[in-house]
């Protein structure tokens, strides 16, 4: 019996001994899991066995005396040679595979499985050339120059113990002596010829070649590493703190689609209940209908061999429970898969999964739905009985699994989803398993970046061809973003017309500054606040509820300001800070999650002070924009929509963020010039509940706001050459005669056109897809699907309660209790505002960095915005501000 307490791959808690043949045995096990039987290596041999033989043999190089005494001796320990592993397994990893069988570029995917499994995948090619035959870095040392003693040190100390590892890979007898031969022997080559040349070309001297690498090596690579780095993760946290996590902490509680035909029966009941216009009953109907013929069509679609469908419905005809009815009905013929929900923006993400929640009765933790994006706490809870597991310990590690999408269902943003597989960090990899057999809907598509787009098709290309998902893509403007291994999607709506026709609900209207702009003028004429503001104030007095939607910050503000002079209204910003203001709470009372949120505030008293604070035939104004936190957009948008409700002129002034899935219903918008795909976007907030007999949407250009030369929708879109606000253009042209547009004319017609320019332009940049196409994964790492802009995280406390919370927090580290800190850290999520900084900025950014940090050394930083405590940074009206500062404060 081999002894391999003598080398531990790792140190209990409790100081105990984890043996390296239990951990590489259990990670063996935990990949088997993870990798389907049926995946194939791109040479055709299956890539489980491949993926089960590398986790067999990763730690290899944790044999040597220089890494045990590093590991038992810690920061004592005085190494006489490296404690690095990574390398030499990887060597290792790769001579195995080559034993048994494996051929061509398959052996290089364990290599660089193993290489990277502690850190990012690199760029394939180049990556193996500087380590097996280049010498202009430090991978030389590490794969030419280390390996070679360590073999030395393995065979001078337990060679028994390489060759009990090297046997239970199924690999020959001689596999160590092989080994022991060939890595010494770089020292005399200088190179690991045999490992380069599958990607290299030159018989004398090799050059990289990258193009030498065969399709679906880049899904078969991020295939290995993903299940190899989950498993060795989630091993490790299992045998170091003692959690049991077994083969069902992997698998899957999907949401059933009858929970889906449930809730709207609930729908249905309380509608019929409801004195209802006839319009409304209509609509409903018609959304019913079309949620059933949708599953018909998702009962087609996956009985079919096609992989990739769109449903194409209007704004306000049901496509979220659509979307999950279809979603689920493919999943219903899927062996294990799970149901990513991904869309781009957090605050609608929030949105779907309380919905989720809602029609599935799942609570937060539960192993059916996860949430995951920055913002959000994703963990799925593990149930132990276990009283000597320490229930830190169990909380880490539900927040690995809830990270790493064991859940049913995942409501996600596009930038988890499309990051995670394009040259993913080591964190987010662990997501990728959970992709397998998966139905994944991309809600909204048209919103990610155009030059993402070829990218993004490639990436889906990956998940259907190498994952075995299906993919749906809905939106009310459908992009011809995706393709179906060369033909068209498989559309879930069948004459999906006829519902636009239905939806009689608006016509748009074009202000006189973007007819100039329409006739050809190279620069647009714009329209000054005061007026646009006079424009707002006379629907005000007649009794119309307005929503007027802005490009950025600084002009919504500039809007809002102009409108209060205009009208006077009750501001509704004001009256919530005034409520917050009287929040209590009990000193004696344990801080918890909700303490002193302005969730804990009712919606509807919050309408009562309005109502009670608007005089006859008054007006109320709300001003949102992302400088407001998360838990006040959300209270105060349920105060809008109970004023819409209470037949209340309200004036709505916000940015884009109430554009996509939020769910209010106004006579009248006003969008400054955007996109086509967004102006369609923002009339779904108009008229949405039939309302009026018809609503108007009017599209105008607005001024630069004080102290900016450029109009917003320039300096967000851009006004010249093939700007998207030129196609805009061009789609509306065809479209207009001088008179206000028919929703429908605009919502198909124009969109079509608008998307059929996008095409003809090769819109977003194929070198992106080319990167996944030679396995450049460090380049794919270093994309971004947001606008990189550097910014600060700021938690601002606007209640007694949550001020509490920032001295719970020093409380905690003063008295060193860590995990009462991380837990009040999760606490203040809702109340963070990301601001953006710019470095010609210098005082605004020094002014933001000079708030108290969250944490000592930490980048978050903490507001106390109650009022009189701020210094100026917090305005009840205009949220998180820098006082005293240049314009560029006032950011996008």
Not at 72 to 90: I, R, W
Not at 656 to 682: C, H, K, N, T, W
Request: aromatic residues 6%; contains cysteine; charged residues 30%.
């Amino acid at each position: 019996m081999v002894d391999f307490t003598r080398r531990p791959s790792h140190v209990t808690r409790a100081g105990e001994r984890v043996p390296l043949d239990r951990h590489l045995g259990d990670v063996a096990e935990r990949v088997g899991w993870l990798v389907p039987a049926d995946a194939e290596t791109p040479n055709g041999d299956s890539l489980c066995e491949l993926a089960v033989t590398v986790a067999e043999i990763h730690d290899f190089g944790k044999l040597t005396s220089w890494f045990h005494d590093h590991l038992t001796d810690g920061a004592e320990a005085v190494s006489e040679g490296p404690t690095h592993h990574a390398p030499l397994g990887a060597l290792v990893a790769h001579r195995v595979l080559v034993e048994k069988g494996f051929e061509g570029t398959d052996p290089l995917l364990g290599f660089l499985a193993v290489a990277r499994h502690h850190g990012r995948l690199p760029d394939a090619t180049s990556y193996v050339y500087r380590a097996c035959v280049d010498s202009g870095d430090r991978l030389p040392r590490l794969y030419r120059e280390d390996p070679p003693d360590q073999i030395d040190d393995i065979d001078g100390s337990v060679p028994n113990l390489a060759v009990e590892l090297l046997d239970r890979t199924g690999a020959s007898d001689t596999m160590w002596e092989t080994v022991r031969s060939e890595i010494p022997d770089v020292r005399r080559t200088r190179e690991y010829r045999s490992v380069a040349e599958p990607v290299c070309t030159g018989s004398r001297r090799l050059r990289e070649a990258p193009g030498k690498l065969p399709e679906g090596f880049y899904a078969a690579l991020v295939q290995v590493w993903s299940a190899l780095v989950l498993a060795d993760k989630t091993s490790t946290k299992h045998l170091v703190s003692g959690v049991p996590v077994d083969r069902e902490a992997y698998s899957v509680t999907q949401p059933r689609r009858v929970a889906v035909d449930a809730y709207v029966r609930n729908l249905q009941a309380e509608n019929a209940s409801d004195d209802l216009t006839e319009e409304t009953v209509a609509m409903n109907e018609r959304r019913e209908e079309a949620r059933q013929s949708i599953r018909r069509r998702a009962e087609a679609f996956e009985a079919s061999d096609r992989d990739v469908a769109t449903l194409t419905l209007p704004t306000g005809m049901g496509k979220t429970l659509s979307g999950l009815d279809a979603a689920l009905t493919v999943l219903d013929g899927e062996s294990n898969g799970r149901l990513i929900y991904a869309l781009p923006y957090t605050s609608i993400v929030d949105q779907l999964a309380e919905v989720s929640r809602t029609v599935f009765d799942a609570a937060e933790g539960d192993d059916l739905l996860t949430v995951d994006h920055h913002l959000a706490e994703t963990l799925v809870k593990l149930a132990t009985d276990s009283e000597t597991v320490p229930d830190d310990a169990v909380e880490d590690l539900a927040t690995l699994l809830g990270e790493s999408w064991r859940s049913g269902m995942v409501v996600t943003t596009f930038v988890q989803l499309f990051e995670s597989l394009a040259g993913p960090t080591n964190a987010r990899a662990m997501k990728l398993p959970a992709l397998y057999d998966s139905v994944v809907v991309l809600d909204e598509p048209q919103a990610l970046p155009l030059k993402w787009w070829p990218l993004v098709n490639r990436l889906m290309e990956v998940l259907t061809q190498q994952y075995g998902a299906s993919v749906i893509a809905m939106t009310a403007t459908q992009p011809r973003l995706l393709s179906d291994d060369g033909r068209e999607p498989f559309e879930l709506v069948e004459d999906s017309g006829r519902y636009f026709d239905a939806l009689d609900r608006l016509e748009f209207d074009l202000h006189p500054t973007v007819e100039s702009y329409l006739g050809g003028a190279e620069e647009p004429e714009t329209l000054g606040y005061a007026e646009a503001a006079d424009t707002l104030a006379g629907r005000l007095k007649e009794g119309t509820s307005v929503l007027s939607i802005c490009n950025t910050i600084d002009s919504a503000r500039e809007l809002a300001e102009a409108v209060e002079t205009a009208v006077d209204p009750v501001v509704v910003n004001e009256v919530y800070q005034s409520r917050l203001g009287e929040l209590s709470y009990d000193p004696d009372t344990p801080v918890i999650r909700q303490t002193g949120w302005s969730r804990t505030l009712d919606p509807r008293e919050t309408v009562e002070e309005v109502l009670s604070a608007t005089p006859d035939n008054g007006a109320a104004l709300l001003h949102l924009t992302t400088r407001h936190r998360p838990c006040d957009r959300a209270h105060l948008i349920e105060v809008a929509t109970e004023l819409l409700d209470r037949d209340v002129p309200l004036a709505f002034v916000s940015t884009q963020l109430v554009e996509a899935g939020v769910d209010v219903s106004f006579e009248e918008v006003f969008r400054d010039y955007a996109p086509m795909d967004s102006i369609v976007q923002a009339a779904g907030r108009c008229n949405r509940s039939f309302d009026r007999d018809r609503g108007r949407v009017t599209v105008w250009f607005l001024d630069p706001p004080e102290n900016r030369t450029v109009p917003p929708a320039s300096s967000i879109y851009g006004l010249h050459g093939e700007s998207l606000t030129k196609v805009t253009a061009r789609a509306l042209s065809s479209v207009y005669d001088g008179t206000p547009i028919p929703e429908r004319t605009v919502t198909t017609d124009a969109v079509e056109r608008y998307f059929e320019e996008l095409d003809a332009r090769g819109v977003g940049s194929e070198g992106l897809a080319e990167h996944v196409d030679v396995a450049e994964a460090e380049k794919l790492g270093r994309l971004s699907l947001i606008e990189e802009r550097s910014a600060v995280d700021v938690v601002v406390a606007r209640t007694d309660g949550e001020e509490r919370l920032f001295e719970e927090i020093r409380k905690a580290r003063t008295e060193h209790r860590w995990d009462d800190v991380d837990d009040l850290v999760d606490a203040t999520r809702e109340l963070q505002v990301s601001v953006p900084v710019y470095r010609d900025d210098r005082d605004a950014n020094e002014k933001i960095r000079g708030l108290h940090p969250l944490v000592p050394g930490g980048e978050r930083r903490w507001l106390d915005g109650r009022p009189g405590h701020d210094g100026g940074y917090f305005d009840a009206m205009e949220g998180f501000v820098v006082p005293d500062t240049t314009a560029e404060a006032r950011l996008l």
